[in-house]
Nanobody
Framework: QVQLVESGGGLVQAGGSLRVSCVKS????????MAWFRQAPGKERDFVAA????????YYAESVKGRFTISRDNAKNTVYLQMNSLKPEDTAAYYC????????????????WGQGTQVTVSS
């Protein structure tokens, strides 16, 4: 079994930066494609970014391209999402996901999920 725990969320002003982290435990010998999704109140969960197992390939939603950067440190079993130039519309609960075999934007392709960390951007 795989457990994912997110951290680093918080309140930030528009234009500011924040980095959220996700630590994977359990079957640490298996390296998966990992991703970040987000869900705003009353809205569906949306894809944000994904990174492949070796960290050399990434994929972003158009809404965050150029502002957000996904990265990973496999030695620490951790994936990061660096968020710059934050906007109020980035306010959401951010979820870490793992288990897809490819850089997929579809949440159904990910087997494991964290509990989420809240990011709030004030205007």
């Amino acid at each position: 079994q795989v457990q994912l725990v997110e951290s680093g969320g918080g309140l930030v002003q528009a234009g500011g930066s924040l980095r959220v982290s996700c630590v994977k435990s359990g079957r640490t010998g298996t390296i998966y494609t990992m991703a970040w999704f987000r869900q705003a109140p009353g809205k569906e969960r949306d894809f944000v970014a994904a990174i492949n197992a070796n960290g050399k390939n990434t994929y972003y939603a158009e809404s965050v391209k150029g502002r957000f950067t996904i990265s990973r440190d496999n030695a620490k079993n951790t994936v990061y999402l660096q968020m710059n130039s934050l906007k109020p519309e980035d306010t959401a609960a951010y979820y870490c996901a793992a288990g897809s075999s490819r850089l997929a934007p579809n949440q159904d392709e990910y087997r494991y999920w964290g509990q989420g960390t809240q990011v709030t951007v004030s205007s």
